[in-house]
């Protein structure tokens, strides 16, 4: 069985080579996993919930700068020379289970194991290039087009394994953030998507594949 990851997840057999440093938390909705600057010691998992990403400019201003889906590592920065400080907060969304390893652990298994660290170095530099498209996408598109392609990542269309259709309860504040617009422009293309069908609410934030077609369309 090949254990290449895919574009966002690194297999779940991997995690056994972790045994060292590790520790299980579980977090409750909003709470804080770790802080811009506080000490890069340690590495984190998401297994089960969501995690929110966030910077804080120097003004204040806060930005969503990604979402942690199930099966991906997230603080891995730490791992860098040079970076003994955290870039960015964590915050869980709604419960979340999430394993804590020790930087150190991690980086003894990178120089020990070839196998792991292509998988890692693989998986990192997957997570470089969704960066690089969400920079894009911010450059060029509209509005309209970037909520519509965070709406896709949300439910997870164009990834491996089954659409996740219905989207967890997020703010629009939060959505806003992703998106990089006003809260009152992010409700009233929310709206215009529900009137098209392309989203519906029901138990949750449904999204219809025809907002994947609309996304694509020039």
Known sequence: MSHKPTTSTLPESFLEKLLQGKSVHEFRNKQRIFSQGDAADSVFYLQNGKVKMTVVSKRGKEAVIGMVEPGQFFGESSLVAGHPLRMASAASIGHS????????????LLHE???FADCFVTYTLARAVRVEEDLVDQLFNSTEKRLARVLLLLANFGQDGKPQAVIPRISQETMAQMVGASRPRVSSFLNKFRKLGFIEYNGGLRVNSSLLRMALHD
């Open 97 to 108: 289970t999430i394993l804590r390893f020790e930087k150190g652990a991690v980086i003894r």
């Open 113 to 115: 194991d070839a196998k």
